[in-house]
């Protein structure tokens, strides 16, 4: 491993690997040599400009300080790095989500770059749906909601207005109900304003997501502004999006309309129910839906034959990825080990998928205390 240690920055940069007998390696040994005799660096980072393809997890104490001067790194692909290196330590269980999420709140403002700040929403998302517990993520949601919601209208281009209103819609909670239909009006411009000449005219399936989400929420205005859409978008698509909206209604009942819908009603459409099963299965109705996941698991074999090649990917990240609890991941793993003759091809891709369930799983296990 080549140790570059930069006097100015006061880190190790680990970056390549060189054959012992290379004559790469001369100049390695140079540099440790001159590493060997400096200061102590204030920090190590593995894979120092990307040259690697694996998980190169931060020592405690460099993961210290990257964790308390992220935000004064100039260079925007080091920091970007930084940012991995901070979530894959989230993923292997060596750093609270919590302390994650706190972090990327506090010094969102500082990035500009549209695909990092794109990144880390996902992952903030990530965490606060799949593993804080829901007073943490409420609390922590409703801070990055506000100020997520101010960056819409503010945001210097239209990428990230665009990064920062999907942000917004994805984290939202009932609390922030008010600020969706407030959306959902003003880029109808049904009430003009300075403001709303800033923000972004929605298409007929950003209208539809708004109330999708809305449904999911339980907000009770949500079948008056769904009534309102479809009296005014009326084409093929605006009512496949009005049939997945009405998949998020919080029922037992309507979950067991919509799964013998997915199973056996022949009249509805493949596509139609690849657009249901996503809002169906969300993670905030993983009670309601943890009934049907060892009966989507059985489904398998059937979809395979009857249905397109990609359908049974979509379908087991809608069903696996809906959960996060211990229960959860045991219904999967009895299922594989009740079913030792299933398809290759489908074991493989319900293991690809049980992946970030059981993350979640040890996640919450460690850091929530219960699952």
Do not use: C
């Amino acid at each position: 491993l080549a140790g570059v240690f930069n006097g100015i920055n006061g880190y190790v940069a680990i970056s390549k690997l060189y054959s012992l007998n290379s004559p790469e390696s001369q100049e390695t040994s140079k540099r440790v040599e001159i590493f060997e005799t400096s200061p102590y660096p204030k920090f190590i980072f593995p894979n120092y400009q990307d040259y690697g393809y694996g998980i190169f997890l931060l020592d405690e104490k460099s993961r210290a300080y990257v964790l308390e001067n992220i935000q004064n790194e100039k260079d925007d692909f080091l920091r970007s790095m930084m940012w991995g290196s901070l979530w894959d330590a989230v993923r292997f269980y060596e750093l609270a989500p919590e302390e994650y999420v706190k972090l990327v709140i506090k010094n969102l403002g500082g990035e500009t770059d549209e695909s990092t700040i794109a990144t880390l929403l996902g992952r903030v998302s990530t965490a606060m749906n799949y593993y804080l517990p829901e007073e943490k993520a409420k609390k922590l949601g409703l801070e990055l909601e506000q100020d997520l919601y101010v960056k819409m209208s503010d945001a210097p281009t239209v990428g990230q207005r665009i990064t920062f209103y999907r942000a917004f819609l994805n984290v939202a909670s009932i609390e922030s109900a008010p600020a969706l239909k407030y959306i959902y009006y003003q880029y109808n411009k049904k009430e003009p304003s300075e403001k709303a000449s800033k923000l972004l005219p929605l298409k007929t399936k950003d209208r539809f997501d708004i109330v999708t989400k809305l449904n999911t929420l339980g907000d009770a205005d949500v079948f008056k502004l769904l009534a309102e859409l479809e009296k005014t978008e009326t084409d093929d698509a605006a009512k496949r999006y009005a049939y997945a909206a009405r998949a998020g209604i919080p029922t037992a009942e309507n979950k067991l309309k919509y799964w013998k819908d997915f199973i056996s009603n022949k009249e509805i459409s493949e596509s139609w129910i690849e657009s249901a099963f996503n809002v169906w299965n969300t993670p905030k109705h993983a009670e309601l839906t943890l009934p049907y996941l060892e009966k989507s698991l059985a489904e398998l074999p059937n979809l395979k034959k009857n249905r397109k090649i990609f359908f049974v990917g979509g379908w087991l990240s809608a069903f696996i990825g809906g959960q996060k609890s211990a229960e959860a991941l045991k219904i999967v793993n009895d299922f594989l080990e009740k079913n030792p003759n299933l398809d290759r091809d489908l074991r493989l891709k319900i293991l690809e998928n049980v992946d970030n369930l059981e993350r979640a799983v040890k996640i919450r296990s460690k850091y929530v205390g219960k699952n």
